[in-house]
């Protein structure tokens, strides 16, 4: 086979199996290898929702680069919370619980908060990411409706913002990537930090 028509051999691993993650990596040019973490998800009591991301974030880049051990490349590491009243919004249960959120974000302002975290070689770095999206108000039938279309079942929150969701959004102040997942100017900043050369990484000198 023509060696120009292999794929690019890739430059990190990815902590997620979330194929957003793994798409939005693409976009900016970082050929990679998708390896999910496995842990629980939860939050801490007395841990506050930025100290929570942060640390999901990091622990999923740190368990795969511990699994890993025969591996040179850098793990990358993601998680995003939805909050509203201060209380995070996680993957609906079920079709309850998904209508129950849309019902709570309907007309008002929640935060999406997203952590990114870069392990390599006895190294860890991390960073931050807040976004304010405001929703227009909803109707029960179009909740049922979008509950229905199956793409809620898997998304924070319950919805996508890159899927049917997005007719749901009025407003946002921040970064659309970051909503989606992956904050891709805080992720360019890390990679750029580490050397990984990629398109659109290297180049950038903030």
């Given amino acids: 086979m023509d060696a120009s028509l292999l794929p690019p051999p890739p430059l990190l691993i990815l902590a997620s199996a979330s194929p957003r993650r793994s798409a939005l990596l693409s976009q900016i040019g970082v050929p990679h290898r998708v390896v999910p973490a496995q842990i629980e998800e939860r939050r801490i009591e007395g841990e506050s929702i930025d100290q929570c991301v942060r640390r999901l974030a990091e622990h999923k880049a740190l368990q795969v680069c511990a699994r890993l051990t025969g591996s040179a490349l850098p793990v990358l590491g993601a998680d995003t919370a939805v909050v509203i009243d201060d209380a995070m919004l996680g993957k609906p249960r079920d079709r309850s619980e998904a209508l129950e959120m849309l019902a709570r974000l309907s007309g008002r302002e929640h935060e999406v908060v997203s952590a990114v975290a870069l392990a390599q ?14 929703f227009r108000p909803l109707a029960a039938e179009e909740c049922e409706a979008y509950w229905d279309s199956g793409e809620p079942r898997d998304k924070a929150g319950g919805y996508a913002i890159q899927g049917l969701g997005a007719v749901f959004i009025e407003t946002l102040r921040g970064s659309y990537s970051g ?28």
């Avoid at 070689?121 to 405001?134: H, I």
Wanted: with cysteine; charged share 15%.
């Fill in 121 to 134: 070689r006895g190294t860890l770095n991390s960073r931050l990411c807040r976004s304010v999206v405001r």
């Fill in 179 to 206: 909503v989606m997942g992956l904050p891709l100017f805080e992720t360019a900043a890390l990679l750029k930090a580490a050397g990984v050369p990629a398109a659109g990484v290297l180049v950038w000198q903030a």
